[in-house]
């Protein structure tokens, strides 16, 4: 089972800042947590990925909190091929076999 | 050039019949992946290969058997298909260093039983 909750859908206005919520309240110290996105019709690409620090990078901006129990991906200027389910996983380093475990993810919607 | 690459893209097939399913990266990847994605949009990890070895079976029925020739290639065959086995098909691959590692991940394959 995911390990991760997030809202089921948002709406994001185009040209503006997305903001994509994530709990993950169990994380344990070892494990990290990731930021894939699935495009209709499309394989799920990797956006990013972070421990405790906040991460950026060409696509996005990831902020995990102190506690480290929730982050949010952000999308600075949402453009409408933005558009995707986009998926919160925790995932251990070490004795890693590798799996990626997704939830229902978040479906946003960047509308004109 | 395309990263990971999966054939065929659609897939229609009578039930109890045997089909395969190819996937090639030419990332020079260690691990690769079957993911597969029901009707419901769950996706689920099938399979792991790393260096031609099985290390994750995620109590797969018997009827799925992945093989994989070398690191560059993981197909997935599937005998007597029943029409539950309808559903996406990714494959994906990576290079894991020990530490953090992305996946990158095949276009998909919809396979449709009838």
């Known amino acids: 089972d995911a390990k991760t909750t997030q809202p089921t859908s948002m709406d994001c206005a185009e040209g503006r800042a997305a903001n994509l919520p994530c709990n993950h309240s169990t994380i344990s110290g070892n494990e990290y947590v990731y930021w894939y996105r699935q495009i209709h019709s499309q394989g799920p690409q990797y956006i990013i990925h972070?421990?405790?620090n906040n991460e950026t990078n060409e696509m996005a901006s990831l902020i995990i909190t102190e506690d480290r129990k929730s982050s949010t991906l952000i999308l600075p200027h949402a453009t409408l091929r933005d558009t995707a389910v986009y998926y919160c996983i925790v995932r251990p380093v070490s004795g890693n076999t590798g799996k990626l475990i997704f939830g229902q993810g978040t479906t946003l919607q960047v509308k004109p | 050039d395309t990263a990971v690459s999966q054939t065929p893209k659609y897939l229609v097939t009578q039930m109890g019949n045997d089909k395969s399913i190819k996937c090639e990266q030419n990332l020079g990847h260690d691990t690769m992946y079957w993911y597969k994605q029901d009707s419901k949009k769950f996706l689920k990890i099938m399979f792991s290969y790393n260096n031609k070895e099985l290390i994750i079976n995620e109590t797969v029925p018997n009827r799925f058997s992945p093989k994989s020739p070398d690191k560059a290639h993981l197909n997935l065959h599937i005998n007597s298909l029943e029409l539950g086995d309808s559903a996406v098909y990714f494959c994906?691959?990576?290079?894991?260093?020990?530490?953090?590692?992305?996946?990158?991940f095949g276009p998909g394959t919809r396979l449709t039983v009838l």
């Open positions: 972070g421990l405790k």
């Open positions: 994906a691959s990576s290079q894991p260093r020990g530490g953090p590692d992305e996946q990158f």
